[in-house]
């Protein structure tokens, strides 16, 4: 099992383009959710995903959109970049829908929005 | 609001020197309390789940426990490989599927 999978792993972008961050899992797993990690102020939820076709908002979602067509990928969308979405983003999957598992994580895309 | 504070920020041990990394929370009607350990330019890796106050788990060095407002990983002779971010989350349970975590505690260990 490759477990969570996110690509790109490093990315730099200008202000106003756009992006996808990509995340597949292969746990058949309901619950996805997207992270980002900035310094200083730990873990932050921007979008979750409890099943194919269902979302929801985090702590921080403007400037991100999110879709689940599939068990597997859960895209995170950067419609316009802005220098504060500067920042690593992390992927996780989870089994079940109660938030109460373990979360799996992958191992990030470090972004950079110039 | 929901709120997870960790303590210290960052701690340095011997190799061999035991200590405790603290994880205080406020969050209601908590459900279960994660811990996780993070590398550098890595995802943070899952370690414990603890549902109720008094629960102890334990694998290899580290040991968590739950009280009703903390939780403390103990960390028994660490070793040099033992150095990581470690990062606490608390899961308020119901339809709410949002981890609040906390900062995490950067651990040094010297050889």
Known sequence: NAGVTQTPKFQVLKTGQSMTLQCAQDMNHEYMSWYRQDPGMGLRLIHYSVGAGITDQGEVPNGYNVSRSTTEDFPLRLLSAAPSQTSVYFCASSYGTGGGQPQHFGDGTRLSIL | ?111
């Open chain 2, 1 to 111: 609001e929901d709120q997870v504070t960790q303590s210290p920020e960052a701690l340095r041990l011997q190799e061999g020197e035991s200590s405790s990394l603290n994880c205080s929370y406020t969050v209601s009607g908590l459900r279960g309390l994660f811990w996780y350990r993070q590398d550098p330019g890595k995802g943070p890796e899952f370690l414990f789940t603890l549902y109720s106050a008094g629960e102890e788990k334990e694998k290899e060095r580290l040991k968590a426990t739950l009280t009703k407002k903390e939780s403390f990983l103990h960390i028994t002779a660490p070793k040099p490989e033992d150095s990581a971010t470690y990062l606490c989350a608390g899961y308020p349970g119901g339809s709410n599927y949002k981890l609040t975590f906390g900062k995490g505690t950067l651990l040094t260990v010297n050889p």
